[in-house]
């Protein structure tokens, strides 16, 4: 039985790792952190894991964090940085699921996260958390830095069209949208239901930060380096992304179907739909699936994958947790093989 950790599990993929942990069979629930709801039950937080988590929230403390086996950091941005250094030192194996270790360069960091970072000397120890790509990195890895949600959906679908070589990797773009639980939970005018219901707007169109952590991981699975166009979209809905991705075939003579299912024939949780599908984010809700379609419109040289993730559980906290399964030798679907919610 393996003794977790959480800090910072007031938000939603705070919320979403006590519903997923609490099913596993190998975790034992220690320490669940909030110094502002410190005294408080989760489940009075959180009325939906009532008989599930019995847990109340504490003040964070490295002793008692230091206790765990593993640590899972469901914080804002800079938060991990400061405090995972000295977890790691005593043995913990620390699964982030912020951007402070995902950013390999830490000038690069600092330019879209705007703050200094402190702990540059895990960052090339940091293993980024996709297990499709890292899957034996993250077995011994004692830092993992799970993946953003845009980045999860678009490196999914372009992956094996780049990986193969088959597309221009300085013309791509990813149309994508997201519910609004993306914008976490904190109270914002934005995420408001009058301002955010019956419209969809884009943002972050001249740069937004996920940016380059999805130019980083698909530059690494290319020979050279990558130029992406990526536009965000805030959908009136409470979960999912849909990633629409576009490139220019350099290759059409391939069978692309049959190319993204050699790919992804072996992984418990990236579905290739048949050919002419278009994945819903209602299929994926609640799940730790991606499912993905491939089509080339009249058969021309351009390519449109379709990507579908919920946001909050192959997004965040669930990948958090299949990289916890890897790391800790249980079955890569344990506490994650649940059956999508509809309607």
């Known amino acids: 039985m393996i003794e977790v950790g959480i800090v910072g599990g007031t938000g939603y993929t705070g919320a979403e790792l006590l519903r997923l942990l609490s099913a596993h069979p190998g975790v034992r629930l220690k320490v669940l952190t909030s110094r502002a709801e410190a005294g408080k039950r989760a489940d009075a937080w959180f009325p939906h894991l009532r008989g599930r ?16 086996q593993a640590v899972f950091f469901a914080t804002p941005h ?15 194996r620390v699964i982030d699921l912020s951007a402070d270790f995902r950013i390999r ?66 013309t791509l773009i990813a149309d994508c949208k997201s519910g609004v639980s993306g914008a976490g939970r904190e109270a914002k005018v934005g995420s408001l239901f009058a301002e955010s219901a019956d419209t969809l707007m884009a943002y972050g169109v001249a740069g937004h930060r996920h940016l380059p952590e999805i130019e980083q991981g698909l530059t690494r699975a290319s020979s050279g380096p990558v130029k992406l166009t990526f536009v965000p979209h805030l959908t009136p ?9 576009y490139g220019r075939l350099t290759n059409t003579d391939v069978d692309l179907q049959a190319l993204f299912e050699a790919r992804y024939r072996d992984e418990p949780f990236v579905d290739v739909l048949p050919a002419g599908a278009h994945p819903e984010t209602r299929s994926v809700r609640g799940s730790n699936i991606c499912r993905i379609a491939v089509h080339r419109p009249q058969g021309g040289d351009t390519v449109v994958v379709l990507s579908a993730i919920d946001n909050l559980v192959k997004g965040a906290a669930g990948q958090a ?19 999508p919610l509809s309607p």
């Open 237 to 245: 809905m409470i979960r999912g992304i849909h990633a629409t991705l």
């Open 53 to 68: 988590v019995d847990l109340s929230f504490t003040a964070p403390d490295d002793d008692a964090l230091a206790a765990c």
């Open 321 to 339: 947790v299949q990289c916890f399964n890897l790391m800790f030798g249980f079955d890569e679907r344990a506490a994650l093989d649940g059956v």
């Open 105 to 170: 360069d830490a000038a690069v960091f600092k330019r879209w996260y705007a703050h200094e970072h402190t702990s540059p000397e895990l960052l090339n120890e940091a293993v980024y958390g996709l297990p499709e790509v890292n899957r034996e990195a993250i077995r011994s890895a004692r830092l993992v830095a799970a993946p953003g949600c845009y980045p999860t959906a678009a490196q999914l679908g372009f992956l094996p069209l780049i990986e193969n070589g088959l597309i221009d990797t300085q």
């Open 78 to 92: 800079a938060t991990a940085m400061k405090l995972a250094p000295a977890l790691i030192a005593r043995g913990v």
